[in-house]
């Protein structure tokens, strides 16, 4: 019989998509998810089974080993807000680092040796070289990067020393959505970029605020590698694939390779729904470089995975179906 995949923090955001694309390729996915920030109603397949709990839970965790047969868990149950993790990083490196150990102890004792996580740009912290290739320094400016860093190292120290086999895979700007309107983008607080636009130009904030109109770019404003919420999901299949099949450990970017600007998303989101974005200029945020774009060659290499949306307004279209789907962008429960 097959074999389960376990993923944690699957009623998030990325982790929603890559459970529904698992589940539409017939694999056999549990969510563990703990809905602080995850959402039932997110997880729309009846064929996928779900447990309401943490990942911190041991003996949860010895249930879930004992009574599955899991080879491969996927984590997507982190925090993600730079900001925050500024102002109170130990729930960073609690939540992001110190409760996925209890997660390994109990993969570790249960013999499960495949792991995939969500890594993140923020690993690399300000880029000394653009596009940015995996074996840029890894200097993270923020809680939240080193939070991740951290664990990508833990899971290297695993492989050495009782043999469990990652996927780390640093995504870039993750957006977009499924696009039938049944899921999507839901975080609260909204923070996001591309959100924000939508939110404004649908009148639900007031404005919304270019951060700087003054970095060192073609027009003063920052420079991000938008990746589409369904390439990243292909990208977890495949991995899941490549540690299934007994690959070697391994971590990599999951970008575009192409930079585009704010003022491009906002051109993108006039296109997209026809209408004016109400939006003002403003200071830099703390703790933004000014470009940050992958050179995603090696998971072509690796994963043969590659990008099949390279135009942002793929992006802003499938976030914009969602916010004016059937559920209007937002979940129930
Ligand atoms: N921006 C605005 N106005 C807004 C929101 C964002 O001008 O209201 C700008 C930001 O300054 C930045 C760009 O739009 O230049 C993208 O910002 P996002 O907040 O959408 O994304 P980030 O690049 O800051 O963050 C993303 C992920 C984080 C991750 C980070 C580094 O969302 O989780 O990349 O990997 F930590």
Same mark, same amino acid.
């Given at each position: 019989?097959?074999?389960?995949?376990l993923v944690v923090g699957g009623a998030g955001y990325i982790g929603s998509h890559t459970v529904r694309l698992l589940a539409s390729q017939d694999r056999d996915v549990l969510v563990l998810d703990n809905l602080v920030y995850g959402h039932r109603d997110a997880l729309v397949d009846d064929s996928v089974r779900f447990i309401e709990g943490s990942l911190s839970d041991r003996p949860l965790l010895d249930k879930i080993f004992s009574e599955n047969d899991i080879d491969v868990v996927i984590h997507f149950a982190a925090f993600i807000n730079v900001g925050e993790s500024v102002k109170d990083p130990l729930k960073y490196y609690q939540n992001n680092t110190a409760d996925p150990?209890?997660?390994? *102890?109990?993969?570790?004792?249960?013999?499960?040796?495949?792991?995939?996580?969500?890594?993140t740009a923020a690993v690399y912290g300000e880029p000394v070289e653009v596009p940015i290739v995996e074996s840029h320094p890894l200097q993270p400016v923020n809680p939240y990067g080193w939070s991740k860093l951290m664990l990508e190292q833990i899971l290297a120290d695993c492989d050495t020393a009782w043999g469990l086999k990652s996927a780390c895979l640093r995504y870039f700007n993750a957006s977009g959505s499924w696009g039938d309107g049944l899921i999507g983008e839901a975080h609260e607080p909204e923070t996001h970029l591309i959100p924000n636009v939508l939110l404004a130009i649908q009148g639900k904030i007031e404005k919304m605020t270019v951060f700087g109109t003054d970095y060192d770019t073609p027009d003063g404003t920052c420079i991000r590698d938008y990746i589409h919420v369904m390439d990243l999901a292909d990208a977890h299949a495949k991995a899941l694939d490549h540690l299934k099949g007994g690959g070697e450990s391994i971590r990599c970017n999951l970008g575009t390779g192409l930079g585009v600007s704010v003022r491009e998303?906002?051109?993108?989101?006039? *296109?997209?729904?026809?209408? *004016? /974005?109400?939006?003002?200029?403003?200071?830099?945020?703390?703790? $933004?470089?000014?470009?940050?774009?992958? $050179?995603?060659?090696?998971?072509? *290499? /690796?994963?043969?995975?590659e990008a099949s949306h390279t135009d942002a307004k793929d992006m802003v279209e499938s976030a914009w179906q969602w916010m004016t789907g059937p559920r209007l962008g937002q979940f129930e429960k």
């Open positions: 019989s097959k074999s389960t995949t150990v209890i997660l390994l *102890e109990a993969m570790r004792d249960h013999g499960v040796k495949g792991f995939v996580l969500s890594s998303i906002l051109d993108a989101a006039r *296109e997209v729904t026809g209408k *004016e /974005v109400p939006v003002e200029y403003g200071d830099r945020r703390a703790g $933004d470089p000014a470009r940050l774009v992958a $050179d995603p060659s090696l998971a072509k *290499e /690796v994963l043969d995975w």
